[in-house]
């Protein structure tokens, strides 16, 4: 092929690199692997993650839930992973399809009007939440409960630095474990969006109607939060109770946990905000012959077009985890979503009240929780912890301390319909022995 | 017409409605254990909860959802099928062993939160990828966490800014100007904007290489606080004069960006940091193989010098002196966090297995087969389509509809014709500065047989486009449905699908498409 286009050396493929820029030496990288080297390499690294194989009751915005076989089994199919972004859209339906199917789950799930085909993750999403209620209002403040996801709350300070947005937290209440009530009293006549998360990070559920009024009350929006999207089959749709823009971590619908990513995050708002939105959009199109398709439409809001004048710089996004979610909620479906969702609730209200009996534990909050709740125990956490994964092989929570260092006592445990009675019951003699 | 058609011919093509089109009371497709605790009270008031029981939601079966999705899937085109030359996206294969990494128990099962001495086999993943992305790139200090090549440009360009502001202090708020290219990604602008900086864009020049007394001139302002550099540029050439180009922008005090979207012409060859380049950020999901899904996930890299290292996102990934990985968040000028938890890790687990399979010469060789294969095509074409720039191409070569477009044959009606011959179109109308631009990167995965058809096939467009430029212009003939009416679908746009009583016009379904 050198040949065939003129050249003597694939060195002179390069030539319009300067002699000084190029390198002359081999990559200082591991010289090639087999697949069965690779393999064995990999495996052992697995292996040297003791935390993959506890039982667990993690949570704070990653879930363990069931997922079918079949959402990995569709995952895996070329016509999907190995597609690009659906720019020609005769050839890309089944991406599209996909994508409107996903659009209308996450209205559904969220009692919203318009939904986009993906954000990075709920972090982000919120971030551009945020944005997105600036430039709606015009207004250049945003209030936020500090009983949100202190990883979340850290992804929006950096993106709005720059942005002209003053981002005021306000305390939550020490006694409910939920908003106070002067997150509600602190919207003024110059805030963009109040912004909670429900089931917040300690796993209380908010009074989001109220919240929603106080807001709009001011002329403000109320920005919703979710990092357990399982709530939403057991818990009224934030859409119902009145939020602007609502946006959740998707990763509880079929994603596995993998560190932490891919996972993909949901934006869901009213439908007088559409050319607001932040990302792409699917829409339903018709060809010459009245054939249904779907295409990316209202690009005109988007960075190819607009440039700097974009809703967002998001360009891919997470395609991929959306068709996860996706197959997920449809395979689950109307009933398995709600099925799944009480599970949770039960269990984790069940675990709840059965270390609420164990000499030394107490739940420091009163508020309502759907999976998740904090539990006080008898000396440091962050030990307490250690030594049951050391000692009985469970992960019985996250240390509070880790994020905020005034509660050192304190952790998070998580419940979802994947730890069996069994595993329940263990972390209770658990807690009682260590 | 078909003669010159060798790749495809058509096939069944399945009709499939939206899932709630198919949905049908009382029908599930999943089973969960019995509750096994004791049912109890919740605490949760009534009030809180749903009381919608989530209508509209499909209820389907298990078997009725694989074939919705099969179905479907049959509908894409994908890497797979063939070739998929979309300039400046490279489009390469995903290896399946790559997959099989990712979905290792010891990695999938792991959750982020897991404290650092249960999770040091994953924290060695990101640090050895950090590692050898430092080496491919020149440039020492590394974030993984943003989650696409946009996000990792924000990412770099907020750390300009930190240094900037750490550096000059209040004057700084002097030297808020962007240069970006003409030629530029969409995102570029956008990320500047996100960061607080105005643009200004530098021309590119007749060869189509950035304008060097143009960058000099807007330089001379004293406000420039950087540039944003595709390198090689979106017109898949190298800039030549890339070191003068970073002297002048560091002599006005500015510092220099460059988007690594095109680092598939650039590994194992030369290093953006020995280019004199500050911060970079790569595409794992181009440049990697790491599947791009239909739009995702990502993973953009953010790779800059020791000197903007203190300005990255936390937490830092580190060494400690024990052999063990921990997370530093001790770093007081960083710009904070950009991304819950590490950033996109099963792609960081799939680079790390493409970079370990390829080894440092399969690295290099890939480059050199992505730049032949894109001098073959570029070879191959010009004498049937205008090449705007003579400049010898890196991976990904430009053409555009010059000559055709004088018997009405434009490009858009080109790629479409190119769907018949069963390939997927190049990048189409980009970058901006081309008339009619066609952007072709063929990548590394591909034979010579099958760039001998793509060229064939382009060239047999180029004929029909005289002889019969109606069959080009009503293109595609062979797909399941036609050009569809984006406009129409932007002014009254249907988002979602709503019960039939909502909705306004009837929903027909194509028919199977017609061989032609």
């Given amino acids: ?434 | 017409m078909t003669t010159a058609i060798t790749k495809v011919t058509s096939h069944i093509s399945p009709n499939e409605q939206l899932i709630f089109e198919r949905s049908q009371t009382g029908r599930i497709g999943y089973r969960l254990p019995a509750l096994d605790v004791d049912e109890v009270e919740l605490n949760i008031p009534d009030e809180f909860r749903r009381d919608d029981d989530l209508e509209g939601m499909p209820e389907v079966s298990e078997v009725d959802v694989i074939r919705h999705f099969v179905r479907m899937s049959t509908w894409n085109y994908s890497i797979d099928l063939g070739m998929y030359p979309l300039g400046s996206c490279t489009m390469k294969y995903n290896s399946r062993l790559n997959e099989r990494v990712a979905r290792i128990a010891g990695f999938a099962n792991l959750h982020p939160l897991t404290e650092e001495q249960d999770a040091q086999g994953a924290l060695e993943v990101i640090y050895d990828l950090q590692q050898h992305l430092a080496e491919i790139t020149g440039l020492p200090g590394i974030s993984l966490q943003p989650a696409a090549g946009a996000h990792g440009e924000m990412t770099g360009i907020m750390i300009i800014r930190a240094f900037l502001d750490q550096r000059d202090g209040a004057a700084a708020s002097h030297r808020r100007t962007m240069l970006i290219p003409d030629s530029a990604h969409g995102t570029n602008p956008a990320s500047a904007h996100l960061s607080g900086f105005s643009v200004k864009t530098i021309r590119s020049t007749a060869e189509g290489l950035t304008d060097l007394d143009h960058l000099r001139e807007l330089c001379a302002h004293g406000e420039v606080a950087g540039l944003m550099l595709t390198n090689p540029n979106t017109l898949g050439l190298f800039e030549t004069n890339i070191q003068q180009i970073c002297g002048i922008v560091h002599e006005a005090g500015g510092l220099v960006y460059m988007d690594g979207a095109n680092m598939n012409a650039l590994v194992g060859v030369a290093r953006p940091g020995d280019m004199g380049v500050d911060v970079i950020h790569l595409n794992l999901h181009k440049t990697f193989s790491t599947p791009h899904g239909g739009g995702g996930p990502g993973c953009g890299p953010c790779c800059c010098t020791k000197e903007l290292e203190p300005f990255l996102p936390v937490p830092r990934i580190v060494k400690s002196s024990d052999a063990s990985f921990r997370l530093d968040y001790d770093q007081p000028h960083s710009i904070g966090r950009v991304k819950a938890f590490f950033g996109n890790y099963g792609m960081m687990l799939r680079a790390l297995a493409y970079t370990l399979t390829h080894g440092n010469d399969g690295l290099r060789e890939a480059t050199e087969a992505a730049v032949l294969n894109a001098r073959y095509i570029s070879a191959g074409l010009v004498e049937d389509y205008d090449k705007p720039f003579a400049g010898s191409p890196m991976h990904e070569v430009v053409f555009t509809d010059k000559r055709q477009s004088r018997k009405g044959v434009h490009t858009l009606d080109i790629a479409k014709r190119l769907i018949d011959y069963g390939f997927h179109p190049m990048t189409i109308y980009f970058p901006l500065i081309v008339q009619g631009a066609m952007l072709i990167e063929p990548t590394e995965s591909v034979g010579r047989q099958e760039l001998d058809q793509f060229i064939a096939a382009m060239r047999s467009i180029a004929t029909e486009a005289v002889e019969d430029p109606e069959l080009v212009l009503n293109a595609p003939h062979n797909t399941r449905i036609g050009r569809l009416d984006e406009a129409a679908a932007a002014r009254k746009p249907v988002l979602r699908w709503k019960p039939k009583e909502e909705t306004a016009t009837p929903l027909p379904e194509p028919s199977t498409a017609q061989a032609v």
């Fill in chain 1, 1 to 434: 092929m050198l040949e065939a286009i003129g050249l003597g050396s694939a060195d002179q493929l390069f030539d319009s690199i300067p002699q000084n820029l190029r390198l002359q030496r081999p990559l200082n990288t591991p010289a090639a692997l087999s697949e069965i080297e690779l393999l064995d390499r990999f495996e052992q690294m697995g292996a040297r993650n003791a935390g993959a194989r506890r039982i667990s009751f993690k949570g704070a915005g990653a879930y363990s839930h069931y997922i079918p076989t079949i959402v990995d089994h569709i995952l895996s199919r070329s016509e999907f992973f190995t597609a690009y972004t659906p720019y020609q859209p005769e050839i890309s339906q089944g991406t599209l399809q996909t994508i409107f199917e996903f659009q209308t789950l996450v209205c559904q799930l969220t009692g919203m009007e318009v939904a986009n085909a993906s954000m990075y993750d709920g972090s982000t999403a919120l971030a551009e939440a945020v944005l997105m209620a600036e430039r709606v209002t015009r207004r250049s403040k945003a209030i936020a409960s500090s009983a949100a996801h202190p990883q979340y709350l850290e992804v929006v300070r950096t993106y709005v630095q720059h942005a002209g947005i003053h981002l005021e937290l306000v305390p939550f209440d020490e006694q409910t474990g939920q908003s106070s009530r002067a997150l509600a009293e602190s919207v003024d006549d110059e805030t963009a969006a109040l912004v909670v998360q429900s089931p917040n990070f300690f796993g209380c559920v908010e009074d989001l109607q109220a919240l929603a009024d106080a807001a709009h009350a001011k002329g403000a929006l109320l920005i919703v939060a979710i990092t357990e999207a399982m709530s939403l089959g057991f818990l009224k749709s934030p859409g119902a109770c009145g939020a602007d823009i609502v946006i959740a971590e998707g990763q509880s619908f079929g994603v596995p946990l993998s560190f932490g990513g891919p996972y993909v995050g949901l934006f869901a708002t009213r439908e007088k905000y559409a050319r607001q939105i932040p990302g792409r959009l699917v829409g339903e199109a018709y060809d010459k012959k009245g054939h249904r398709g779907f295409v990316l439409t209202l690009a005109t809001r988007e960075q190819h077009i607009r440039r700097e004048k974009a809703t967002s710089n998001i360009c891919t996004n997470e395609g991929l985890i959306a068709l996860a979610a996706t197959v997920y909620l449809e395979t689950m479906g109307r009933r398995g979503i709600q099925d799944a969702a009480k599970q949770c609730a039960q269990k984790a209200a069940y675990t709840a009240r059965r270390i609420a009996r164990l000499n030394g534990y107490s739940l420091p909050f009163t508020g309502p929780f759907f999976n998740e709740f904090v539990v006080r125990g008898p000396g440091n956490a962050v030990d307490l912890l250690a030594r049951l994964g050391r000692e009985k092989e469970i992960d019985g929570g996250i240390a509070l301390s880790r994020f905020m260092s005034d509660r050192p006592n304190d952790f998070l445990v998580c419940v979802t319909e994947t730890n069996s009675r069994q595993q329940i019951e263990a972390l209770v003699d658990a807690l009682a022995s260590v």
